[in-house]
């Protein structure tokens, strides 16, 4: 973004390098903090469109950060944290703090570029949806209407069989089965508004057939581009919310997903089982117009190095909500 000013912090010399370069070809003016204190100096200049720090101790534990990056919470800069902290660690965080929206996973490596570019220009743009984003150019996905919920296990099976087409190995086929599986449930029983914005199947059993009218329907997308397989589920009410999204997760992880029945209604175990499932978690949300949830999993990772490694998690809201949006039960 030609003449877009961004901030990136990281005490790795090399995340500093490989960021620079990465965010540069966005076109934006890049500068980098070298330390903590440098970090908060040049925080109190005026001009940053986007800000991108990294989030891990001693800098997270510190009270003075927190009520610095609190004050960050606006339709500019724009704000992303980047961590090595596991799942268990942030997202406590993000539902004590608004500032906590966009979170980067951090291995011992430095930052991936394609993350770095695909977040900057997402947040620079305004541009917000699109599973193509995250796949490398001339992918295109395939799409599913999401109508019934009697066919759920025809979407399921259509998504699965694409992923055996690939090589895919058996664990990863049930990963990519268990967030079909829940995605479809959430488009067709947790997105539907009514025309005053309530919800109008969220208390139904699961168990009870829900056809959706033309208008209410959902769509399944999938793809692969040889590194992430990925699936994307769009609704047309944009009724989910930042915070029902890190609430539902953060009652998982303290009470176990074992606490949650299928029959409450609630979108909460469907959430935590998809996150539990994937290597990054994308959520668009234009309020009351769209709600876009992405799901990419790692097919570079062994099945060990998966579950071991943090996850990216990723709330991105138009900065102009609409009338008729709410909190998804």
Not at 26 to 38: I, L, P, R
Not at 129 to 145: D, H, I, R
Not at 221 to 237: E, M
Not at 239 to 258: A, F, I, M
Request: some cysteine; aromatic content about 8%; charged content about 30%.
């Amino acid at each position: 973004m030609r003449g877009k000013r961004i901030l990136f912090y990281d005490p790795d010399p090399r995340a500093r390098r490989v960021a620079e370069r990465a965010l540069a070809a966005t076109g934006s003016v890049v500068v980098s903090a070298n330390d903590a204190d440098d970090l908060m100096v040049k925080l109190d200049a005026d001009g940053w469109d986007l800000i991108m720090i990294n989030y891990d101790p001693p800098l997270r534990d510190e009270p003075r950060w927190v009520e610095r990056l609190e004050k960050i919470d606006g339709p500019r800069p724009k704000l992303v944290l980047h961590s090595t902290a596991p799942t268990e660690d942030y997202l406590p965080l993000m539902a004590s703090h608004r500032f906590l929206r966009n979170v980067i996973a951090k291995n011992d490596e430095p930052l991936e570029p394609d993350e770095l570019i695909i977040t900057a220009e997402k947040l620079l743009r305004g541009d917000l949806f699109g599973l193509q984003k995250y796949l490398l150019w001339g992918v295109e996905p395939l799409s599913v209407k999401i109508l019934d919920s009697r066919d759920k296990q025809d979407y399921i099976q259509q998504v699965a069989q694409y992923a055996q087409s690939l090589g895919c190995n058996e664990r990863v086929v049930e990963l990519i089965e268990t967030i079909v599986d829940e995605l479809v449930t959430n488009a067709i029983y947790n997105a539907p508004r009514t025309e005053t914005g309530e919800p109008k199947y969220a208390k139904r059993s699961r168990r009870e057939p829900v056809i959706l009218e033309p208008h209410e329907a959902g769509e399944l997308q999938f793809a692969c581009d040889g590194d992430y397989i990925a699936v994307a589920q769009i609704d047309p009410f944009g009724s989910l919310t930042q915070e029902t999204v890190v609430s539902y997760l953060n009652r998982c992880l303290v009470k176990g997903p074992d606490q949650f029945s299928d029959a409450s209604g609630g979108a909460g175990i469907g959430l935590f089982r998809v996150f539990q499932s994937l290597s990054k978690f994308v959520i668009n949300i234009d309020p009351g117009v769209r709600t876009e949830v992405i799901s990419l999993i790692d097919l570079r990772l062994s099945m060990k190095r998966f579950r071991q490694a943090p996850k990216s998690f990723h709330i991105f809201i138009t900065d102009t909500p609409r009338p008729g949006g709410g909190a998804q039960e």
